[in-house]
Protein backbone atom coordinates (compact mmCIF):
# COMPACT_ATOMS: atom_id res chain seq x y z
CA UNK A 1 0.00 0.00 0.00
CA UNK A 2 1.34 3.16 -1.07
CA UNK A 3 2.14 5.93 1.79
CA UNK A 4 4.62 6.96 4.79
CA UNK A 5 5.54 4.90 7.34
CA UNK A 6 7.12 6.21 10.62
CA UNK A 7 8.70 4.00 13.52
CA UNK A 8 8.52 3.55 16.37
CA UNK A 9 4.90 4.07 16.70
CA UNK A 10 5.56 6.05 20.44
CA UNK A 11 8.42 6.20 22.54
CA UNK A 12 9.12 7.16 26.08
CA UNK A 13 13.24 8.25 25.87
CA UNK A 14 15.14 9.71 29.29
CA UNK A 15 16.75 12.65 28.87
CA UNK A 16 20.32 13.12 27.24
CA UNK A 17 19.99 10.41 25.09
CA UNK A 18 19.95 9.81 21.37
CA UNK A 19 17.10 9.53 19.52
CA UNK A 20 16.21 8.42 15.47
CA UNK A 21 12.58 8.34 14.47
CA UNK A 22 11.94 7.03 11.24
CA UNK A 23 10.35 7.60 7.79
CA UNK A 24 9.84 6.32 4.58
CA UNK A 25 7.51 7.11 1.68
CA UNK A 26 6.88 4.88 -1.32
CA UNK A 27 5.15 7.65 -3.43
CA UNK A 28 9.08 8.84 -5.04
CA UNK A 29 7.87 11.79 -3.95
CA UNK A 30 10.66 14.94 -4.20
CA UNK A 31 9.95 16.73 -1.12
CA UNK A 32 9.72 15.43 2.73
CA UNK A 33 9.33 17.27 5.68
CA UNK A 34 9.39 16.73 9.44
CA UNK A 35 7.00 18.32 12.15
CA UNK A 36 6.07 18.64 15.48
CA UNK A 37 2.84 18.93 17.27
CA UNK A 38 1.77 20.36 20.30
CA UNK A 39 -1.31 20.98 21.72
CA UNK A 40 -2.61 24.30 21.26
CA UNK A 41 -0.14 25.20 18.29
CA UNK A 42 -0.30 24.25 14.86
CA UNK A 43 1.79 22.11 12.99
CA UNK A 44 5.72 23.28 13.31
CA UNK A 45 7.94 22.82 10.47
CA UNK A 46 11.30 21.36 11.88
CA UNK A 47 13.61 20.41 8.73
CA UNK A 48 13.06 20.07 5.44
CA UNK A 49 14.44 18.16 1.91
CA UNK A 50 12.94 19.07 -1.40
CA UNK A 51 14.67 16.63 -2.68
CA UNK A 52 17.43 13.85 -1.97
CA UNK A 53 20.70 15.18 -1.00
CA UNK A 54 19.46 17.97 0.48
CA UNK A 55 18.32 19.41 3.19
CA UNK A 56 16.76 22.65 4.82
CA UNK A 57 16.10 24.30 8.50
CA UNK A 58 12.73 24.82 9.00
CA UNK A 59 11.10 27.01 12.32
CA UNK A 60 12.08 24.74 14.92
CA UNK A 61 15.02 23.16 14.29
CA UNK A 62 17.18 23.71 16.91
CA UNK A 63 17.98 19.88 18.36
CA UNK A 64 17.50 18.51 15.60
CA UNK A 65 19.10 17.08 12.61
CA UNK A 66 17.99 15.24 9.41
CA UNK A 67 19.55 13.62 6.94
CA UNK A 68 18.09 12.55 3.20
CA UNK A 69 20.56 10.03 1.59
CA UNK A 70 18.04 8.62 -1.07
CA UNK A 71 14.60 9.76 -2.32
CA UNK A 72 12.78 7.04 0.33
CA UNK A 73 14.24 7.55 3.53
CA UNK A 74 14.42 11.08 5.96
CA UNK A 75 15.44 10.05 9.30
CA UNK A 76 15.00 12.53 11.92
CA UNK A 77 17.66 12.70 14.96
CA UNK A 78 17.60 14.16 18.58
CA UNK A 79 21.15 13.77 19.31
CA UNK A 80 20.86 14.42 23.18
CA UNK A 81 16.95 14.74 24.03
CA UNK A 82 15.36 17.13 26.44
CA UNK A 83 11.41 17.13 28.30
CA UNK A 84 10.75 20.09 25.83
CA UNK A 85 10.89 17.60 22.90
CA UNK A 86 7.61 15.98 24.37
CA UNK A 87 5.55 15.64 21.28
CA UNK A 88 3.91 14.14 18.43
CA UNK A 89 6.33 14.06 15.11
CA UNK A 90 4.46 14.15 11.73
CA UNK A 91 6.69 13.12 8.52
CA UNK A 92 5.09 14.45 5.59
CA UNK A 93 6.10 14.10 2.05
CA UNK A 94 4.57 15.96 -1.16
CA UNK A 95 5.57 15.75 -4.86
CA UNK A 96 6.69 18.86 -6.74
CA UNK A 97 7.70 21.54 -3.79
CA UNK A 98 8.23 25.37 -4.67
CA UNK A 99 5.60 25.54 -7.30
CA UNK A 100 2.35 26.67 -7.02
CA UNK A 101 0.44 23.56 -7.79
CA UNK A 102 -1.78 21.97 -5.30
CA UNK A 103 1.28 19.63 -3.96
CA UNK A 104 -0.53 18.59 -1.40
CA UNK A 105 1.55 17.09 1.50
CA UNK A 106 0.42 13.58 2.61
CA UNK A 107 1.19 12.93 6.47
CA UNK A 108 2.57 9.64 7.91
CA UNK A 109 1.11 7.97 11.37
CA UNK A 110 2.87 9.71 13.33
CA UNK A 111 5.02 9.13 16.69
CA UNK A 112 4.52 10.33 19.74
CA UNK A 113 7.55 10.98 21.79
CA UNK A 114 7.78 11.34 25.20
CA UNK A 115 10.91 12.88 26.96
CA UNK A 116 11.49 12.46 30.86
CA UNK B 1 5.46 37.52 12.04
CA UNK B 2 3.39 35.06 9.93
CA UNK B 3 -0.13 34.41 11.73
CA UNK B 4 -3.13 31.84 11.23
CA UNK B 5 -6.22 32.07 13.49
CA UNK B 6 -8.99 29.88 13.99
CA UNK B 7 -11.54 29.34 16.51
CA UNK B 8 -10.60 26.88 18.90
CA UNK B 9 -13.69 24.82 19.35
CA UNK B 10 -17.09 24.82 17.95
CA UNK B 11 -20.12 23.13 18.16
CA UNK B 12 -23.05 22.15 15.84
CA UNK B 13 -25.20 19.23 15.50
CA UNK B 14 -26.03 16.24 13.19
CA UNK B 15 -27.10 17.27 9.42
CA UNK B 16 -26.76 20.66 9.86
CA UNK B 17 -24.62 23.21 8.41
CA UNK B 18 -21.25 24.77 9.78
CA UNK B 19 -18.63 27.40 8.91
CA UNK B 20 -15.36 27.68 10.50
CA UNK B 21 -12.81 30.61 9.46
CA UNK B 22 -9.19 31.35 8.93
CA UNK B 23 -7.50 34.38 9.03
CA UNK B 24 -3.90 35.02 8.23
CA UNK B 25 -1.08 37.30 8.14
CA UNK B 26 2.03 35.78 6.26
CA UNK B 27 4.88 36.80 4.06
CA UNK B 28 3.74 36.30 0.91
CA UNK B 29 0.53 33.99 -0.46
CA UNK B 30 0.86 30.77 -2.15
CA UNK B 31 -2.36 28.85 -1.71
CA UNK B 32 -4.56 28.09 1.09
CA UNK B 33 -5.03 24.17 2.42
CA UNK B 34 -7.78 23.12 5.13
CA UNK B 35 -6.83 19.58 6.38
CA UNK B 36 -8.89 17.27 8.39
CA UNK B 37 -7.26 15.54 11.59
CA UNK B 38 -9.25 12.90 13.78
CA UNK B 39 -7.98 12.32 17.38
CA UNK B 40 -4.52 10.27 17.34
CA UNK B 41 -4.30 10.30 13.31
CA UNK B 42 -2.33 12.10 10.82
CA UNK B 43 -4.15 15.59 9.02
CA UNK B 44 -5.19 14.72 5.61
CA UNK B 45 -5.98 16.82 2.70
CA UNK B 46 -9.31 18.33 2.49
CA UNK B 47 -8.72 21.10 -0.38
CA UNK B 48 -6.78 23.85 -1.81
CA UNK B 49 -7.51 27.52 -2.39
CA UNK B 50 -4.78 29.60 -4.31
CA UNK B 51 -7.54 31.64 -6.21
CA UNK B 52 -10.28 34.07 -5.02
CA UNK B 53 -13.65 32.32 -4.37
CA UNK B 54 -15.43 29.13 -3.77
CA UNK B 55 -14.09 25.07 -4.35
CA UNK B 56 -17.06 23.12 -4.02
CA UNK B 57 -16.00 19.00 -3.63
CA UNK B 58 -18.87 16.79 -1.65
CA UNK B 59 -20.11 18.15 1.41
CA UNK B 60 -17.06 20.46 1.48
CA UNK B 61 -16.63 24.28 0.27
CA UNK B 62 -13.71 26.47 1.09
CA UNK B 63 -13.70 29.47 0.10
CA UNK B 64 -10.82 32.23 -0.22
CA UNK B 65 -10.39 36.21 -0.19
CA UNK B 66 -6.97 37.27 -0.63
CA UNK B 67 -7.34 40.90 -0.44
CA UNK B 68 -9.04 40.44 2.95
CA UNK B 69 -6.88 37.00 4.24
CA UNK B 70 -9.96 35.23 4.82
CA UNK B 71 -10.90 31.91 3.98
CA UNK B 72 -13.46 29.43 5.39
CA UNK B 73 -14.59 25.91 5.24
CA UNK B 74 -17.89 24.80 4.90
CA UNK B 75 -19.38 21.78 5.87
CA UNK B 76 -22.82 20.97 5.15
CA UNK B 77 -24.75 17.89 6.46
CA UNK B 78 -23.40 17.10 9.25
CA UNK B 79 -22.52 13.42 10.18
CA UNK B 80 -21.14 12.30 13.37
CA UNK B 81 -17.47 11.11 11.54
CA UNK B 82 -16.96 14.77 10.87
CA UNK B 83 -15.98 15.25 14.57
CA UNK B 84 -12.04 15.89 14.00
CA UNK B 85 -10.15 19.26 13.97
CA UNK B 86 -10.13 21.26 11.05
CA UNK B 87 -6.42 22.68 10.33
CA UNK B 88 -6.45 25.92 8.02
CA UNK B 89 -2.54 26.18 6.31
CA UNK B 90 -1.14 28.82 3.49
CA UNK B 91 1.67 28.84 1.66
CA UNK B 92 4.17 31.04 2.21
CA UNK B 93 6.53 33.07 -0.36
CA UNK B 94 9.38 30.49 0.71
CA UNK B 95 6.86 27.75 -0.16
CA UNK B 96 6.55 26.19 3.39
CA UNK B 97 3.50 25.89 5.32
CA UNK B 98 2.61 27.65 8.30
CA UNK B 99 -0.45 25.94 10.26
CA UNK B 100 -3.16 27.44 11.72
CA UNK B 101 -3.36 25.75 15.89
CA UNK B 102 -6.89 24.01 14.17
CA UNK B 103 -11.12 24.15 15.13
CA UNK B 104 -11.74 21.28 17.01
CA UNK B 105 -15.16 20.27 15.82
CA UNK B 106 -17.60 19.01 18.25
CA UNK B 107 -20.83 17.13 16.72
CA UNK B 108 -24.09 16.47 18.59
CA UNK B 109 -26.71 13.99 17.73
Known amino acids: IAGITQAPTSQILAAGRRMTLRCTQDMRHNAMYWYRQDLGLGLRLIHY???????GKGEVPDGYSVSRANTDDFPLTLASAVPSQTSVYFC???????????????FGPGTRLTVL | GQNIDQPTEMTATEGAIVQINCTYQ??????LFWYQQHAGEAPTFLSYNVLDGLEEKGRFSSFLSRSKGYSYLLLKELQMKDSASYLCAVRDSNYQLIWGAGTKLIIKP
Open chain 1, 49 to 55: SNTAGTT
Open chain 1, 92 to 106: ASSETPGTRGTDTQY
Open chain 2, 26 to 31: TSGFNG
